[in-house]
């Protein structure tokens, strides 16, 4: 199998992680500042990190609401990943992400992070969730 790339998107960062080559874990690996406003989407970081890693996929967080609709957010996600294909020519999936920031809080806060350092890491974090999420309901 080949590394996955997870991304969570959001307006003004994008949490990265990616799968080991088993595809059983999930690994942080950095948040990228974008400027959804101005069309600034990370993707000159995105390439670096495609040509290190060679994600054969893209799976991105998809922010549903409780009812199962879409609303702005989750176009706004459709949006990027419409833009990665063109862009990269890799395909995108798309994972419910509902509740995995909170999930990540909860995380954070039971390791002890400081509330301060917690925005350095929470983006990352549901970037892993999301893509752990992921490989657990995709695996053989």
């Keep these: 199998m080949q590394r996955l790339m997870g991304l969570d998107v959001g307006s003004v960062t994008v949490g990265v992680a990616v799968s080991d ?7 942080p690996i950095e948040t990228i500042r974008i400027d959804e406003a101005k069309q600034e989407y990370g993707f ?3 390439a670096e990190l495609v040509k290190e890693y060679n994600p054969a996929k893209f799976v991105l967080g ?5 009812n199962n609709d879409e609303g702005v957010r ?6 990027y990943g419409d833009l ?9 999936a798309y994972q419910d992400e509902r509740l995995t920031t909170a999930q ?15 925005k ?3 983006d990352k974090l549901a970037a892993v969730l999301i893509l752990q999420n ?7």
Excluded at 134 to 140: K, N
């Design 21 to 27: 080559l088993l595809g059983y874990t999930a690994q």
């Design 44 to 46: 000159d970081r995105i």
């Design 62 to 66: 998809l922010p549903k609401h409780m």
């Design 74 to 79: 989750a176009l706004a996600s459709r949006h």
């Design 84 to 92: 990665l294909v063109e862009r990269f020519g890799i395909p995108v």
């Design 104 to 118: 990540a809080e909860k995380i954070l806060i039971q390791g002890n992070t400081r509330r301060e350092n917690r």
């Design 120 to 122: 350095k890491y929470i």
């Design 134 to 140: 992921y490989l657990d309901s995709h695996s053989l």
